[in-house]
């Protein structure tokens, strides 16, 4: 775009007043850069336990014939998110204090088949030798007052890098198809919405989640069935 010459254009004077280069000071340099590597750090973490997970499904599939992951997704936290759990919290916003009190920096989402084949999965994760199981919250066994059903693991493992081996931590979270569906949705009806202040809202949700699990467990059972009996079922 072109600008006239004219030295009352407001515009112009305010270009020309804006100085060449901003400089930022060293420190928040250094900071941005030591938050960076951190989350560089998390980004591998979830790439070592994300491939412990294939492996396991790749052997499972051989051996069974069926898959137990369906799918794997994962994400690094937002730096948005970060800082506001930590002032939820009323924790420090430093590096050290994400690190030290935050788990779910790194998270991977595991999607599984049926309902057995979460306990499976985690079991044959957590036994690994260089995996650390720091926390576990199993909310099929208890759901959430909400309906929420989900299997939340915290691990920690060995990550290698040029000069050092850093132990990591990892939220692993386990759900069946349709507990992710369920709690997919649940998300996205609640999302940026402040509060839901509605008992039926509420309700309804439950009703959901209460039927999806019926139905887990519907599903479990045939497959049970079928595996009893031999019958093989035509492609
Ligand atoms: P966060 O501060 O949300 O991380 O909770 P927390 O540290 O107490 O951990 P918790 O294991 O209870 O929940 C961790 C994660 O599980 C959340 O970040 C969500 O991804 C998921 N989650 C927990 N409760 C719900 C729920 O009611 N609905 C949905 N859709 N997801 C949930
Ligand atoms: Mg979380």
């Known amino acids: 775009m072109y600008i006239s010459n004219n030295p009352n254009n407001e515009l112009e004077q305010s270009i020309v007043q804006v100085p060449d280069l901003v400089q930022i000071p060293d420190e928040i ?16 973490a979830i790439r070592e336990v994300k491939t412990k997970l294939e492996v396991l499904n790749d052997e499972l599939s051989v051996k069974n014939r069926r898959n137990p992951i369906e799918m794997i997704k994962s994400r690094v936290k937002k730096p948005k998110s970060i ?18 009190n935050l788990d779910d920096v790194a998270g991977i989402r ?8 979460i306990y499976e ?13 720091v926390a576990v919250k199993d909310y099929i066994k208890k759901p959430k007052e909400n309906g929420y059903r989900s299997y939340h693991l915290i691990v920690e493992i060995p990550v290698f890098f040029s000069d050092k081996k850093q132990p990591m931590r990892v939220e692993v979270q ?5 507990m ?14 402040e509060f839901i202040d509605s008992e039926d809202v ?34």
């Open 29 to 44: 340099h250094e900071m941005a850069q030591k938050f960076q590597e951190a989350m560089m750090m998390y980004t591998c």
């Open 110 to 117: 595991v999607i599984c088949s049926f309902l057995d084949d």
């Open 174 to 178: 386990i759900r069946t198809i349709a």
């Open 202 to 235: 509420e309700r309804q949700l439950k009703e959901c989640a209460d039927v999806i699990a019926g139905t887990d467990m519907q599903m479990l059972a045939i497959r049970k069935n079928i595996e009893s009996k031999g019958i093989e079922v035509r492609k």
């Open 180 to 193: 992710d569906f369920w709690a997919s949705l649940d998300h996205q009806l609640k999302y940026k919405k």
């Open 83 to 100: 800082v506001e759990k930590l002032k939820r919290r009323g924790l420090p916003l430093t590096l050290e204090s994400i690190v030290k």
């Open 121 to 133: 999965v985690a079991d044959m994760l957590t036994r690994q030798d260089d995996v650390k199981l």
